[in-house]
């Protein structure tokens, strides 16, 4: 598991630098909440995700008592965040990832709701999401979830094909699927499918075979992600010792183009470089969120958290001024809960962004997206740039034309190349 960032310290209360304060109140912007529920029934090989298996863990950490310490962080965010003057945003998405966090009750995902609804308030539209493994629900669980306000799950399907399963180490018989997808509609949820493409073993028609079972199912926003081999995976030691081969970039980017034509043909558009949806109503807006720069609260072990730093006319602060802070919590759960519990942050540390860092992260989230980037938010040198990058078909001519940066299909499988030279003169 990767180690967390270095940075400064996070004072013992969690309170924000007063930057914040005196910039984030101009243009506060919209506010979500990321939940980090940490539990899975076993550790897939290739997941580096801050997550664990209830044998790994012990007292105070338990996943019966999770939804009690996680609502202790809700209490500290809210306290903080009023004291930056920043409290009276109502939240505009929540978002419940993992680990698995439907391996709690849907009773206790739905307390934890309840305590971000009393702290801060829901939008009318609020978007509440949840990641869900396909073997981790039931009918019941679901309508439970849309009873206390959820609106959206996420299931990790990965692949229809075993064997590619397998090798991924999920646990979950993929002829579920479609009957988790019905049970969520039936319970008023929209869906989305995850998937994975590039394991190894995995040849380009059992990847076919993956996205037309995803599709067969009628879901509305499909997630497809190249598999990334992080170190210290158990995957990434079987690659070490010739056990498992990974496929080439070719072969991932001729799956990522696959993907592409049967999603698009199938009424899904991209909205960013691996996500699809049947239509702007369907697409996660709590991700969008993050890719515009928009503040959340991460609650959870590990979990990072996002505020500040949309003060300016270019969405930065004044030159010479941090740009936003970020911070991350202790990772294991038993150290989290212990801070909580004594009435302290379960901050590890934090880092103030400069104008130039915080502008590098808006090219590189932006880019992303189909909507594209406004073209004055690059210094000079990255607009001098576009003209090469339409020049050999990595950004769409006409949209430049326009004054926006909008990746071709070749520019989103060269996105980081993009991105760049898009900031070579930046830092």
């Not at 109502?90 to 439907?102: A, C, D």
């Not at 801070?339 to 915080?358: F, K, M, Q, T």
């Not at 607009?383 to 071709?408: F, K, M, Q, S, Y």
Request: proline share 5%; hydrophobic share 40%; aromatic share 6%.
């Amino acid at each position: 598991m990767p180690a967390l960032p270095d940075g400064e310290a996070v004072p013992a209360d969690g309170a924000l630098p007063s930057f914040v304060a005196r910039h984030g109140a101009h243009d506060a912007g919209r506010f979500g909440v990321y939940v980090h529920v940490p539990f899975c029934s076993v550790r897939c090989g290739y997941c580096d995700f801050n997550t664990y298996t209830a044998s790994e863990l012990g007292g105070g950490a338990s996943q019966l008592a999770y939804a009690t310490t996680a609502l202790r962080e809700v209490d500290l965010a809210a306290r903080v965040l009023d004291r930056a003057g920043l409290g009276d945003r109502p939240v505009s998405t929540v978002f419940f990832g993992g680990g698995t966090p439907t391996m709690l009750p849907a009773t206790d995902l739905a307390r934890v709701l309840t305590g971000v609804r009393d702290a801060w308030g829901l939008a009318p539209d609020a978007e509440v999401s949840t990641e869900a493994n396909p073997d981790s629900v039931t009918p019941e669980s679901l309508a439970v979830l849309a009873e206390a306000g959820f609106t959206r799950v996420s299931f990790g399907m990965q692949s229809a094909v075993p064997h590619v399963l397998a090798t991924l180490e999920r646990t979950h018989d993929p002829a579920r699927v479609p009957d988790v997808v019905r049970w969520a509609r039936e319970a008023g949820l929209d869906v989305s499918l995850d998937l994975i493409y590039g394991t190894p073993g995995e040849s380009t028609d059992d990847w076919r075979t993956s996205v037309e079972a995803a599709l067969a199912t009628g879901v509305d926003h499909v997630s497809a992600y190249a598999l990334v081999v992080e170190a210290g995976t158990k995957m990434a030691a079987q690659v070490r010792r010739g056990e498992v081969r990974l496929p080439d970039e070719d072969d991932q980017a001729v799956k990522y183009e696959i993907a592409d034509d049967l999603l698009t043909a199938a009424g899904l558009g991209w909205y960013e470089v691996s996500n699809w949806s049947r239509g702007p109503e369907h697409a996660c807006r709590h991700n969008l969120a993050y890719w515009r720069g928009d503040d959340w609260w991460g609650i959870g072990p590990g979990a990072h958290s996002y505020v500040g730093g949309r003060a300016g006319p270019d969405g930065g602060a004044a030159a010479g001024e941090h740009a936003g802070v970020r911070w991350w919590n202790v990772k294991h759960p038993r150290r989290y809960a212990a801070a909580l519990e004594a009435g302290g942050s379960p901050g590890a540390g934090r880092e103030l962004l400069s104008r130039d860092e915080a502008h590098l992260e808006r090219v590189m989230l932006g880019v992303r997206l189909a909507e594209g980037l406004d073209l004055t938010v690059l210094d000079a040198g990255g607009r001098r740039a576009v003209a090469g990058l339409v020049a050999r078909e990595l950004l769409d001519g006409t949209a430049a034309v326009r004054g926006r940066a909008v990746l071709t299909r070749r520019g989103r499988l060269l996105a980081d190349t993009v991105v760049r030279e898009l900031t070579a003169g930046v830092g």
